[in-house]
């Protein structure tokens, strides 16, 4: 099972980016899947995370109004829109599955609840 993360880069304050998520070796469209992200000496925080049906989703206070995820199980990925971007968004962003609650409806918010993570992709906002 591999969870695969593309679309980061550099990019200006105020700028748009859309991180990509594609799933192999089992589907995961009955699963949240939720994005985090890490910044150099910090710790891992919550941006957002979707249901398995994609009607309800959360995000993180820090990108809320800003970021939008949404997914396509039919290709298996989830997507994160980023839009009004700030150099405080600057991290490597991580794409995760959770592969032991299928059909729940409110996404978990938690790292610990997700049992696949992808590779991650960096993230990079210049002022």
């Known amino acids: 099972v591999q969870l695969q993360a593309s679309g980061g880069g550099l990019m200006q304050s105020g700028g748009s980016l859309r991180l990509s998520c594609a799933a192999s070796?089992?589907?995961?469209?009955?699963?949240?899947m939720g994005w985090f992200r890490q910044a150099p000496g910090k710790e891992r925080e919550f941006v957002a995370a979707?249901?398995?049906?994609?009607?309800?989703?959360v995000s993180g206070d820090s990108v809320k109004g800003r970021f939008t995820i949404s997914r396509d199980n039919a290709k298996n990925t989830v997507y994160l829109q980023m839009n009004s971007l700030k150099p405080e968004d600057t991290a490597v962003y991580y794409c995760a599955a959770d592969s032991a609650h299928p059909f729940l409806y409110i996404p978990t918010t938690i790292a610990s609840g997700y049992s696949y993570w992808g590779q991650g992709t960096q993230v990079t906002v210049s002022s």
């Open positions: 070796g089992r589907t995961f469209s009955n699963n949240v």
């Open positions: 979707i249901n398995w049906s994609g009607s309800r989703t």
